[in-house]
């Protein structure tokens, strides 16, 4: 099985930034098509933030265009999300998130979330 595990999230003051980390790993990966973030805040529903796939495209929601930059290391099967200009509606639980991983050279995929890390920004 594969796991993800995540890192980075963190209290800080508005206008702060943040760094998350998530990495999968658990079993022989050999690729990942698309790695990113979601984030739900409490009684909100789960909403994309941002996603590359491993092509280097990527998808930005719009609340977060210009202040969050995602990126992937395909090596070390990992993604990141660079936060910046924090704001007390970023505040929420983020989750990682991996779609198609190639886990068997005979097409084998597997997709999945993280556990999730708490960002909380205060004003």
């Known amino acids: 099985q594969v796991q993800l595990v995540e890192s980075g999230g963190d209290w800080v003051q508005a206008g702060g930034s943040l760094t998350l980390s998530c990495t999968a790993s658990?079993?022989?990966?050999?690729?990942?098509?698309?790695m990113g973030w979601y984030r739900q805040a409490p009684g909100e529903k789960r909403e994309l933030v941002a996603e590359m796939t491993n092509d280097g495209s990527t998808t930005y929601a719009d609340f977060v265009k210009g202040r969050f930059t995602i990126s992937r290391d395909n090596a070390k099967n990992s993604v990141y999300l660079q936060m910046n200009s924090l704001t007390p509606e970023d505040t929420a639980v983020y989750y990682c998130?991996?779609?198609?991983?190639?886990?068997?050279?005979?097409?084998?995929?597997?997709?999945?979330w993280g556990q999730g890390t708490q960002v909380t920004v205060s004003s």
């Open positions: 658990g079993r022989t990966i050999f690729s990942i098509y698309t």
């Open positions: 998130d991996v779609d198609r991983v190639l886990i068997d050279p005979d097409g084998t995929t597997w997709s999945g």
